[in-house]
């Protein structure tokens, strides 16, 4: 069974960094593309950042130049390295696996509040 184990998250207050982590099990890690999204309170889930399989990484425009979305195919683990938080990324933030066009899978989540 597919577990993917996200660790990291805190309360920061306004400015701090924070990094999670997420550790793949039981897939294909290294042809699968890895990202990150999150999800506030009354809000959809959203997309963060994403990484494939060859390093190509993609950014929303609201984490651009504070994120770092990275992998260590060698580990199975794909990483955030979150800069400068604001309390508008406040949210729950989930790991995310795609395999092809038909296979993805979840992490269960984990809390990143920020405060003012």
């Known amino acids: 069974q597919v577990q993917l184990v996200e660790s990291g998250g805190g309360l920061v207050e306004a400015g701090d960094s924070l990094s999670l982590s997420c550790a793949a099990i039981?897939?294909?890690?290294?042809?699968?593309?890895m990202g990150w999204y999150r999800q506030a309170p009354g809000k959809q889930r959203e997309l963060v950042a994403d990484?494939?399989?060859?390093?190509?990484?993609n950014y929303a425009d609201s984490v651009k130049g504070r994120f770092t979305i990275s992998r260590d195919n060698a580990k199975n683990t794909v990483f955030l390295q979150m800069n400068s938080l604001q309390p508008e990324d406040t949210a729950i933030y989930y790991c995310?696996?795609?395999?092809?066009?038909?296979?993805?899978?979840w992490g269960q989540g984990t809390l990143v509040t920020v405060s003012s």
């Open positions: 990484i494939t399989p060859g390093g190509s990484t």
């Open positions: 039981r897939i294909f890690f290294s042809i699968s593309t």
């Open positions: 995310n696996a795609k395999m092809g066009a038909n296979r993805e899978y």
